[in-house]
DNA sequence: CAGTATCCAAAGGGATACTG
DNA sequence: CAGTATCCCTTTGGATACTG
């Protein structure tokens, strides 16, 4: 199934943050997304980072290795996903007010 | 995250194809699922549609008592689904063709 | 028929300490 | 700075047997 797939790469419980982050930001080091999302691990990130890498969505620079500085940033095909991460949010919307205005 | 939420509600390895089947078929009793989806258990079958009933995605019916009979059906709001997971199977097989076709 | 109960292995994810 | 290693708890999901 092609739709469990995209449920598959986006899952994770970081992945759709890092995606938002990023899209938002722009290019962001380590350090950056480990401050701007909230409550994550060192190695939580690193794990998330490198599937989204693995599937082609980001890109991981490195810019300095004497003074280790790494940048990532959305790759064309990372980008392509705000379309459904924007779905996503549209209809988790609808989901929850109808699941407080129901009862 | 609302977008994290429907990536929730979704997640688990058959509820989507749970809801694609039953938005084709329409009504469908337990032992249909459990054949039209293969490999799923019992358990499985039953704790899916649990989780679904509660999010009011599906709408469960007793038809008779003494001769155990249910029947399982997309709710309205279940049926709003269909568009996100279109789009999902639309990216997943762009994905795809972005994966194989790459390397 | 439509489930539930039990047991178990594997995966997910957090806290903390450590490294090039 | 940008990670990795380790330990450990929780969640997920499968196999099998049983029930109203």
Same mark, same amino acid.
């Given at each position: 199934?092609?739709?469990?797939?995209?449920?598959?790469i986006?899952?994770?419980?970081?992945?759709?943050?890092?995606?938002?982050?990023?899209? &938002?930001?722009?290019?962001?080091?380590?350090?950056?997304?480990?401050?701007?999302?909230?409550?994550?691990?060192?190695?939580?990130?690193?794990?998330?980072?490198?599937?989204l !890498?693995?599937n082609q969505l980001l890109k991981?620079?490195?810019?300095?290795?004497?003074?280790?500085?790494?940048? &990532? !940033?959305l790759t064309p095909h990372g980008k392509t996903l !705000? /379309?459904?991460?924007? !779905?996503?949010?549209?209809?988790?919307?609808?989901? /929850?007010?109808?699941?407080?205005?129901?009862?």
């Amino acid at each position: 199934m092609a739709a469990k797939d995209t449920l598959t790469i986006l899952n994770g419980k970081w992945k759709i943050q890092i995606i938002t982050t990023l899209n &938002y930001s722009g290019k962001l080091r380590f350090m950056d997304l480990l401050r701007l999302i909230k409550g994550i691990a060192a190695k939580m990130l690193s794990k998330e980072l490198q599937d989204l !890498e693995t599937n082609q969505l980001l890109k991981r620079t490195v810019l300095s290795t004497n003074q280790l500085i790494v940048e &990532y !940033e959305l790759t064309p095909h990372g980008k392509t996903l !705000e /379309r459904i991460i924007n !779905e996503m949010r549209l209809w988790g919307k609808l989901h /929850r007010k109808k699941i407080t205005g129901d009862k």
